[in-house]
């Protein structure tokens, strides 16, 4: 099961990984990725895909600085916590 707490923790260290289809995703949505960091940072997992193919993911949701709601699915490879 992922854990919040270690997102969150990954995003602090700047040691999360973007993808391609992620910044693809932001930039049509028109949202910042400070928006997207600030959610994470307050959010709660709400959904976990512990089978989802290549790593297991939540579904987050989160709110931006000025109150917006912002969901985001993360994934975590077991190397991102060791």
């Not at 959610?39 to 895909?49: D, F, K, L, T």
Request: net charge negative.
């Amino acid at each position: 099961m992922i854990d919040i707490k270690d997102i969150q923790a990954l995003y602090a260290d700047k040691a999360v990984v973007l993808t391609q289809h992620f910044l693809d995703k932001i930039g049509k949505r028109g949202i910042a990725f400070a928006d997207v960091k600030s959610a994470i940072g307050v959010g709660g997992i709400i959904e976990q895909y512990p089978d989802d193919y290549s790593y297991p993911s939540a579904l987050i949701l989160g709110y931006t600085d000025d109150n917006k709601p912002l969901y985001a699915v993360m994934a975590l490879a077991e190397a991102m916590l060791g």
